[in-house]
């Protein structure tokens, strides 16, 4: 089994009971934004989280081994996303990156947003014309250092 597959399993088997990356999050007391992303393939479980997930799933012995080892990360299958949602945050960084990029400069220095320490919240904020995705990304600022 690879890791490939264990993410494809966990898709299935949470289709299959009819579950919400919240319900999943809520077996291990992390945030839905960590855990879905950690069921997509993109972080390490420990031994505890990925026991209860694989008790949540039903999933075998060799797929809760899996989940506890340090994956492949990046999770896009081109350079230029395909998958419309994904596209709108590519269009949005070339539109935006730029302007983002200057201001955190300009606000903190010469650094980089971390996205190891680093921290998700998507939520849905009603509005008369039409509910929007409201998504808070919050990365530690990491100088550049001098030597």
Same mark, same amino acid.
């Given at each position: 089994? =690879?890791?490939?597959? *264990? ?6 088997? %949470?289709?299959? $009971? ?16 960590? /855990? +879905?992303?950690a069921?997509?393939?993109?972080? /390490? ?8 997930? !694989? ?8 797929a809760? +081994?899996?989940?506890?080892? *340090?994956?492949? $990360?990046?999770?896009?299958? /081109?350079?230029?996303? =395909?998958?419309?949602? @994904? ?12 302007t ?10 010469? !650094?980089?947003?971390?996205? @190891? ?11 008369? $014309? !039409?509910?929007? *995705?409201?998504? *808070?990304?919050? !990365?530690?600022?990491?100088?550049? %250092?001098?030597?």
């Amino acid at each position: 089994m =690879t890791r490939e597959e *264990v993410t494809d399993l966990i898709v299935s088997k %949470k289709i299959e $009971k009819k579950l919400k990356w919240a319900a999943l999050a809520e077996a291990i007391g992390l945030s839905k934004e960590w /855990t +879905t992303a950690a069921l997509l393939g993109q972080m /390490t479980l420990s031994a505890d989280q990925a026991e209860k997930l !694989g008790a949540a799933l039903d999933l075998p012995s060799e797929a809760i +081994t899996l989940l506890q080892t *340090v994956p492949y $990360k990046g999770s896009l299958p /081109t350079a230029v996303p =395909t998958d419309p949602l @994904i596209y709108r945050f590519y269009e949005l960084i070339s539109v935006y990156g730029t302007t983002i990029k200057e201001l955190i400069h300009e606000e903190f220095g010469d !650094g980089i947003m971390s996205a @190891i320490d680093f921290s998700m919240d998507i939520s849905r904020e009603p509005d008369p $014309k !039409g509910d929007r *995705v409201h998504i *808070v990304l919050s !990365g530690k600022f990491l100088p550049y %250092k001098t030597y």
